[in-house]
């Protein structure tokens, strides 16, 4: 009886395979199938006594039997629909300037989506590190009902991304519609737009332009969390964003490549990417009607960081009015993360042609993206180019250069947790780690963050890490763009949930409404808090400014010190890291002057 209880418990267990892998139905059937078969061939041995060894045998044969079905029934590619359901209702064909595109409607019909709109050439061949060409035009109607290829990056097997969705958000979800596998491609350079069904070409509603994070490294625009689609559905806002160049093909900067450049530039084409996006919302937008003079660029994590680099690019100068930067900014006088100087750059590119045996930029052309893409840990920062940016954005704001008319941006208390997820901080390592980060300030950092127990030295690390990483930026920001007269709209997320909670990216579900209504990870102040960061997020890409009827007055920060709180309540508080602010500051350099 123990052994019929455990291998049914095994059968469960690889059905579960199965379903994390994503594998084809059909493949699910097959084993089930061969399982029946197991099992009553299993019973008949028993039955006629045969020897132990025959069972084993018979156990191995469906074992390996399993992981042939697992292989041959592999989930394939399939792009992913704009529109979840059967056969969703197409739109009126709307006329863009290189062709006609026809979107999909969501099921009831108050959202209009075009997916996968060509705003570039594909950056493949001899296109592969030039900057973004214009695409061709298209006969016909283009059908933009599925979502490009997510660009080039490193995968992941299915399962391995299944089991991320269950450890890290706790949301994981069986289904039948998704036993497929979302392909990636250099060929990626496309946009996607949220539309009212109400909007036509004139109304000149504001447009939101959404760049997404992964480290510029990986990531996708279709995630559920940063959707358009809620924005969209108020009939007040059209959502776009887009793919740009990731890793290595974004990134690489050569001085052979900077040559051949008309612009001479390098280093920076999936900046380029973002900023011609940004341009094909200036010629098309207003085609679904939207208003190309009323443009709010945002981003999380590296697409914030991206944004904070746009805002000081010449060339992103009249492309928008207003920014959001959600836990990124590369402001600060030695950004911690997706920047670096162009002798860096120059240096890790070189190192990159000595390890692929490539004597010249068309050797690296020749060799196929799959071979390339493992380079996208070490060619992942945006650069001083001369071109898309000619001197680091901190010295920009110093210098009063910046594109922005407002700024809305912000932090959330657990930033660093997915990043030392594997690496916690104890009294063996703590001091050891203070002290490489912080060099001949680290008495400083011990008298202030003191730990005597391992749990203190692994909160006190995680706070540093968030510190450093992800918050002092924002406070550079802040401090720079107010000294330039901007208003600056500045947060501090700490609510924790069921989910993500205030973890780096837990707040995005909040401010783009994107809380599913059957979710039991959230709680009714969690979609109270949603529905407050919504409104004051719908109100800032309208106008500017955030507060409204039934908001807590949201104040212009002009130190960075009282940011707004949404956590248990929606309150202005202190940021806890302002101490080591003062320490970040001297090692940095920083100044306002």
């Not at 909160?459 to 890490?465: C, E, P, Y």
């Given at each position: 009886?123990?052994?019929?209880?455990?291998?049914?418990?095994?059968?469960?267990?690889?059905?579960?395979?199965?379903?994390?892998?994503q594998?084809?139905?059909w493949?699910?059937?097959?084993?089930?199938?061969?399982?029946?078969?197991?099992?009553?061939?299993?019973?008949?041995?028993?039955?006629?006594k045969?020897?132990?060894?025959?069972?084993?045998?018979v156990?191995?044969?469906?074992?390996?039997?399993?992981?042939?079905?697992?292989?041959?029934?592999?989930?394939?590619?399939?792009?992913?629909p704009?529109v979840?359901?059967?056969?969703?209702?197409?739109?009126?064909?709307?006329?863009?300037?290189?062709?006609?595109?026809?979107?999909?409607?969501?099921?009831?019909?108050?959202?209009?989506v075009?997916a996968?709109?060509?705003?570039?050439?594909?950056?493949?061949?001899?296109?592969?590190?030039?900057?973004?060409?214009?695409?061709?035009?298209?006969?016909?109607?283009?059908?933009?009902?599925s979502?490009?290829?997510?660009?080039?990056?490193?995968?992941?097997l299915?399962?391995?991304?299944?089991?991320?969705?269950?450890?890290?958000?706790?949301?994981?979800?069986?289904?039948?519609?998704?036993?497929?596998?979302a392909?990636?491609?250099?060929?990626?350079?496309?946009?996607?737009?949220?539309?009212p069904?109400?909007?036509?070409?004139?109304?000149?509603l504001?447009?939101?332009?959404?760049v997404?994070?992964?480290?510029?490294?990986?990531?996708?625009?279709?995630?559920?969390?940063?959707?358009?689609e809620?924005?969209?559905?108020?009939?007040?806002?059209?959502?776009?964003?887009?793919?740009y160049?990731l890793?290595?093909?974004?990134?690489?900067?050569?001085?052979?490549?900077?040559?051949?450049?008309?612009?001479?530039?390098?280093g920076?084409y999936?900046?380029?990417?973002?900023?011609k996006?940004?341009?094909?919302?200036?010629?098309?937008?207003?085609a679904?009607?939207g208003?190309?003079?009323?443009?709010?660029?945002?981003?999380?994590?590296a697409?914030?960081?991206?944004?904070?680099?746009?805002?000081?690019?010449?060339?992103?100068?009249?492309?928008?009015?207003?920014?959001?930067?959600?836990?990124?900014?590369?402001?600060?006088?030695?950004?911690?993360h997706?920047?670096?100087?162009m002798?860096?750059?120059?240096?890790?590119?070189?190192?990159?042609?000595?390890?692929?045996?490539?004597?010249?930029?068309e050797?690296?052309?020749?060799?196929?993206?799959?071979?390339?893409?493992?380079?996208?840990?070490?060619?992942?920062?945006?650069?001083?180019?001369?071109?898309?940016?000619t001197?680091?954005?901190?010295?920009?704001?110093?210098?009063?250069r910046?594109?922005e008319?407002?700024?809305?941006?912000?932090?959330?208390?657990?930033?660093?947790?997915?990043?030392?997820?594997?690496?916690?901080?104890?009294?063996?390592?703590?001091?050891?780690?203070?002290?490489?980060?912080?060099?001949?300030?680290?008495?400083?950092?011990?008298?202030?963050?003191p730990?005597?127990?391992?749990?203190?030295?692994?909160?006190?690390w995680?706070?540093i890490?968030?510190?450093?990483?992800?918050s002092?930026?924002h406070?550079?920001?802040?401090?720079?763009?107010?000294a330039?007269g901007?208003?600056?709209?500045?947060?501090?997320?700490?609510?924790?949930?069921?989910?993500?909670?205030?973890?780096?990216?837990?707040e995005?579900?909040?401010?783009?409404?994107?809380i599913?209504a059957?979710?039991?990870?959230?709680d009714?102040?969690?979609?109270?808090?949603s529905?407050?960061?919504?409104?004051?997020y719908?109100?800032f890409?309208?106008?500017?400014?955030?507060?409204?009827?039934?908001?807590?007055?949201?104040?212009?920060?002009?130190?960075?010190?009282?940011?707004?709180?949404?956590?248990?309540?929606?309150?202005?508080?202190?940021?806890?890291?302002?101490?080591?602010?003062?320490?970040?500051?001297?090692m940095?350099?920083?100044?306002?002057d």
């Amino acid at each position: 009886m123990i052994r019929k209880i455990l291998i049914a418990l095994l059968f469960v267990l690889l059905l579960a395979v199965f379903e994390l892998n994503q594998n084809s139905l059909w493949g699910w059937a097959l084993f089930i199938a061969i399982s029946i078969g197991y099992f009553f061939w299993r019973e008949a041995l028993i039955k006629q006594k045969a020897s132990g060894w025959g069972r084993t045998g018979v156990f191995f044969a469906w074992l390996i039997l399993f992981a042939i079905v697992l292989i041959v029934s592999w989930p394939p590619e399939r792009r992913v629909p704009a529109v979840q359901g059967k056969d969703p209702k197409e739109t009126p064909a709307i006329s863009l300037e290189k062709g006609q595109v026809s979107g999909v409607y969501t099921e009831d019909g108050a959202v209009a989506v075009y997916a996968g709109i060509p705003y570039a050439k594909p950056p493949v061949g001899e296109l592969r590190w030039r900057e973004p060409q214009d695409p061709e035009p298209w006969d016909g109607v283009l059908k933009a009902d599925s979502f490009a290829p997510m660009s080039m990056q490193p995968v992941h097997l299915p399962i391995y991304n299944s089991l991320a969705q269950i450890i890290g958000y706790h949301d994981y979800e069986i289904r039948l519609d998704d036993n497929y596998r979302a392909p990636v491609s250099e060929d990626a350079l496309y946009v996607n737009v949220w539309q009212p069904s109400s909007a036509k070409a004139g109304d000149a509603l504001p447009v939101l332009v959404y760049v997404h994070g992964g480290s510029l490294q990986t990531g996708q625009p279709w995630y559920q969390d940063y959707s358009g689609e809620s924005l969209a559905r108020t009939g007040e806002v059209i959502v776009v964003n887009m793919g740009y160049r990731l890793g290595v093909f974004g990134y690489l900067a050569l001085e052979e490549l900077a040559a051949e450049s008309p612009n001479g530039t390098t280093g920076n084409y999936g900046l380029l990417d973002q900023i011609k996006a940004l341009e094909w919302v200036r010629d098309n937008i207003a085609a679904f009607g939207g208003d190309p003079g009323n443009v709010t660029l945002a981003g999380e994590s590296a697409g914030a960081a991206s944004v904070s680099a746009i805002c000081t690019s010449p060339l992103a100068k009249g492309l928008f009015r207003r920014a959001v930067l959600e836990s990124s900014s590369v402001a600060s006088p030695e950004p911690p993360h997706s920047f670096r100087l162009m002798a860096e750059a120059y240096q890790s590119g070189q190192e990159l042609m000595t390890r692929n045996k490539a004597n010249s930029v068309e050797d690296l052309r020749a060799l196929p993206a799959e071979a390339l893409v493992r380079e996208a840990d070490t060619q992942h920062h945006m650069t001083v180019d001369g071109y898309a940016l000619t001197e680091t954005p901190y010295e920009s704001y110093k210098a009063g250069r910046h594109n922005e008319e407002a700024l809305l941006h912000g932090f959330n208390k657990e930033e660093s947790a997915p990043f030392i997820l594997f690496s916690h901080a104890n009294l063996k390592n703590y001091e050891q780690r203070v002290r490489a980060f912080f060099k001949d300030y680290a008495d400083e950092v011990l008298t202030l963050m003191p730990a005597s127990t391992n749990a203190e030295a692994d909160k006190n690390w995680a706070d540093i890490f968030s510190a450093a990483y992800f918050s002092y930026p924002h406070y550079c920001l802040t401090r720079l763009a107010a000294a330039n007269g901007l208003p600056v709209y500045e947060y501090y997320f700490t609510r924790d949930n069921g989910r993500l909670g205030s973890w780096h990216s837990g707040e995005e579900v909040y401010l783009y409404g994107n809380i599913p209504a059957d979710s039991k990870l959230y709680d009714a102040r969690d979609r109270a808090l949603s529905g407050e960061m919504f409104r004051y997020y719908l109100n800032f890409i309208k106008n500017g400014n955030p507060n409204g009827e039934g908001l807590l007055t949201w104040e212009v920060s002009t130190d960075g010190r009282k940011p707004l709180e949404f956590g248990d309540t929606t309150q202005v508080t202190s940021d806890p890291f302002l101490a080591l602010y003062d320490i970040l500051d001297r090692m940095q350099g920083f100044t306002v002057d």
